[in-house]
Each structure stands twice: as C-alpha cells, then as structure tokens.
T-cell receptor, first 112, second 114 residues
Framework: TQLLEQSPQFLSIQEGENLTVYCNSS?????LQWYRQEPGEGPVLLVT?????EVKKLKRLTFQFGDARKDSSLHITAAQPGDTGLYLC????????????FGQGTRLTINP | DTEVTQTPKHLVMGMTNKKSLKCEQH?????MYWYKQKAKKPPELMFV???????INESVPSRFSPECPNSSLLNLHLHALQPEDSALYLC?????????????FGDGTRLSIL
C-alpha cells in the first residue's frame, strides 16, 4: 500500500516559472522530509517539518506541512535549471520507529 | 560532499560471487540503514540498525546479509545474487530516537549482476 501520494510524477517547465509539488496521505506522520536526488547520487535532505501548519523557506523553496500532518507541499519560485532533479517526500510514521515512507517522487526538469 | 561514504561506487559481479558493500559515517549517528533503489523508483528500506543491533529486516532474502561492526560502519554482504538484484544500494544514517530524525544518505553503490 502506497501511503504517500506524490504529484505530479513528472513536470517540465521553463526557467523563471513557479511550481508546486504535493505529497498527500490519509495517514498522520510525525514528521515529513523532502529530498532532492540527482543522477548518480544519493538523496540530499532539503528540509524536515514536524509541526502541523509549519512553513519553512530555503531560498526560493517553500515547504509546508499540513495542519493535520497528513500532507505537505513544496513550492519553487522562479525555477532555475539547477533545480532539475528527482524530488522525494518521505514521512515518518507515528507508529514504527525509524521507518520512512517515501512518495513515488517528482521528476522535475527546468528548461533554459 | 555527503557525510555518509559508501564504497565501492560501482560493482559488477557474477551470480556466484561473494562481495561486500561498505558504508561509513562519522556524525555520531546511532541508527544506520540499507536501502535498495531501482531506476525511477523511490528507495525501498531493507535493514535498520540501532545501536549496532539489527532492529528492522524488511523480509529481505538471505542472500543479503547486513553487519554492523561498530557505530560508524555498516556492511552489506552479498552472495548468490540474482539479476533482478541489480540496483543502486543506498546507506543512510540518523540520530537515534524515533522517526523525527532526518536521514542522511550516501551516494550509493551501483550494483550490476551478470
């Protein structure tokens, strides 16, 4: 059972545009992490959110954790070619220590 | 550069070979993980070690054998693998104490089974 639905799975936009990636579940998570993975490399942690309603900003990236801790979003403003990569959300379960549930990933391409 | 180091970066082996993947971290993390990642898919958890003891085995076939010699090292011993085991094998670590601790990944070992 896929507990984290991530959308869209693929996104190709022009440089300078804005975009949002969504991560949704019917389950409550104690935390949610966003990673970016580039070809030939491991996932790199971007942010961890733990409090319902929390908003974190990382330069042009804005991350939000839903009030009920069941969903999250990643918004990128003025996308650049360097933002290209696979974005993964991963939720920590309330029960089941040390296990992350991964979304299917969003493959993002920013065209110059 | 990642703080979790994996060796080798690439490995090609036959189905009768025995090889080992190695992972090292010096962040003082007491939880370490092995994941398998197929192309265009998210990582799949294989094993979790907490304080050098195996705490989670996700029903992984016995041809994969994990080992945690000390708090900084994690090995994955491979024997009699199948072609479908070809994948990127990722190691990760985190502070102990539940699932709010972010996991930090290495760059993986790209494994090809002939």
């Amino acid at each position: 059972t896929q507990l984290l639905e991530q959308s869209p799975q693929f996104l190709s936009i022009q440089e300078g545009e804005n975009l949002t990636v969504y991560c949704n579940s019917s389950s409550v998570f104690s935390s949610l992490q966003w990673y970016r993975q580039e070809p030939g490399e491991g996932p790199v942690l971007l942010v961890t959110v733990v409090t319902g309603g929390e908003v974190k900003k990382l330069k042009r990236l804005t991350f939000q954790f839903g009030d009920a801790r069941k969903d999250s979003s990643l918004h990128i403003t003025a996308a650049q070619p360097g933002d290209t990569g696979l974005y993964l959300c991963a939720g920590g379960r309330i029960q089941g220590a040390q296990k992350l549930v991964f979304g299917q990933g969003t493959r993002l391409t920013i065209n110059p | 550069d990642t703080e979790v180091t994996q060796t080798p970066k690439h490995l090609v082996m036959g189905m009768t070979n025995k090889k080992s993947l190695k992972c090292e971290q010096h962040m003082g993390h007491r939880a370490m993980y092995w994941y398998k990642q197929k192309a265009k898919k998210p990582p799949e958890l294989m094993f979790v070690y907490s304080y050098e003891k195996l705490s989670i085995n996700e029903s992984v076939p016995s041809r994969f054998s994990p080992e945690c010699p000390n708090s900084s090292l994690l090995n994955l011993h491979l024997h009699a693998l199948q072609p479908e085991d070809s994948a990127l094998y990722l190691c990760a670590s985190s502070q102990s104490g539940g699932n709010q601790r972010p996991q930090h990944f290495g760059d993986g070992t790209r494994l090809s089974i002939l």
